[in-house]
């Protein structure tokens, strides 16, 4: 889909077990663990590591987590990075210690997602561009991730020329201390009906919504709104596709959700969508005629923990035959993040 094969380079495949580092003991790093156990990938050795050392407990099982240092990276040949972004944070401090003690890194952060020598890839979408790694290959932001499951099966068949999306993101999206947050501001609120200590949030975020979450940047888009709409770009190798954002906090502990309004090159049914996403690997339609365990509407509740992106609430718009609303909720721990992760892990095999 993007403009991969040109820049491809000597891609060398791995063959067997591996030494994996998951480097990040937090919401996404616990759950790269989970994933990377629950699908049998083909570990040699795990080294866990975080800013200190410790033991975590993940499904009941006891790990050590080790200390990020330089040295810890011997030997390892995947490095999965779910630590902090920025100047000082995990990846940028540690990535040129991995690959120059020869490991591929994949990067759940938002530092090298916009370099052009980095491939950012959802395998159901441009695995092919994880052929002209330099070393690292970023995941997209877990907003990216959901909207780009419902969004690429119709972007392939019909075209989409712009789309107007309207996000509600759960708090463990924040990481783990989104999550320990709205727990305690609601239990603060039920008990004394107000919220002291906003957290990590700007404002409470208990029965309440944040659509000022994020740093305000240029044009008065947020940090958010810009990373969905040049990742989407990039992804698809489409510098013209128009995405028109407004991301929101929500009260929600685990799974984003989005209102995806999509204007189609090409004129389009709710049926024909329907079945195109019905074939996307990874993509789920919740509908009346198609529940989800008697569920008719993609929910977070009921997305959490799955892999596949729910989408539903398919409606024409009125006034407009090439145009369609959808409804779509994925787990940003684990399509939005972890599983992603590990499945660009699986296309290196
Ligand atoms: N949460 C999501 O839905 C989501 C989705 C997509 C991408 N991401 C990205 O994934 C990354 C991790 O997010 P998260 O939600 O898991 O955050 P989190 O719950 O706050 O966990 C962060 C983890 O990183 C570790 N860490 C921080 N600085 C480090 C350093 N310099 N060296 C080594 N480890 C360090 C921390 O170690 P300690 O435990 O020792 O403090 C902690 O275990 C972030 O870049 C985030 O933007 C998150």
């Not at 380079?9 to 996404?28: D, L």
């Not at 950012?120 to 932001?141: S, T």
Request: net charge positive; charged share 25%.
């Amino acid at each position: 889909m993007s403009n991969s094969v040109k820049k491809s380079s000597s891609f060398k495949k791995f063959k067997g077990p591996v030494t994996v580092a998951v480097i990040g003991a937090g919401a996404v790093g616990k759950e790269m663990v989970r994933i990377l156990n629950q699908r049998k990938f083909p570990v040699k050795e795990l080294k866990i590591m975080a800013r200190s050392a410790r033991k975590l407990e993940i499904d009941g099982k006891s790990y050590d987590v080790i200390e990020t240092k330089p040295e810890a990276f011997a030997g390892v040949q995947i490095a999965l990075f779910a630590g902090t972004e920025g100047e000082k944070g995990a990846a940028v401090t540690f990535a040129p210690e991995a690959i120059k003690r020869g490991a591929v890194l994949i990067d759940n952060g938002s530092d090298f997602r916009m370099d052009e020598t980095v491939p950012l890839v959802i395998p159901e979408i441009n695995g092919e561009d994880v052929q002209w790694h330099k070393g690292i290959i970023a995941n997209p932001n877990c907003t990216t991730a959901v909207l780009l499951m419902a969004l690429a099966p119709i972007y392939r068949k019909f075209g989409v020329k712009r789309a107007i999306v309207s996000t509600y993101q759960a708090v463990s999206g924040a990481g783990a201390k989104g999550v320990s947050d709205l727990r305690s501001q609601v239990e603060e609120y039920l008990s004394q009906g107000k919220v002291t200590d906003s957290g990590i949030f700007p404002d409470p975020i208990a029965f309440n919504l944040l659509a000022h979450n994020w740093k305000i940047e240029e044009e008065g888009y947020s940090n958010e709104e810009w990373k969905v709409i040049q990742e989407t770009q990039k992804i698809l190798g489409d510098k013209k596709i128009q995405i028109i954002p407004t991301t929101v906090r929500v009260p929600v502990f685990n799974s984003h959700a989005e209102s995806i309004y999509l204007e189609t090159k090409k004129p389009i049914t709710v049926e024909a969508a329907k079945a195109i996403l019905n074939e996307f690997p990874g993509v789920l339609v919740v509908d009346e005629s198609s529940p989800l365990n008697g569920k008719k509407c993609p929910m977070p509740l009921d997305a959490s923990g799955r892999d596949e992106v729910l989408v539903g609430r398919l409606r024409k718009d009125l006034q407009n035959d090439k145009a369609l609303l959808l409804w779509a909720s994925g787990d940003n721990l684990r399509k939005g993040a972890a599983l992603n992760a590990v499945q660009i892990a699986e296309c290196l095999f």
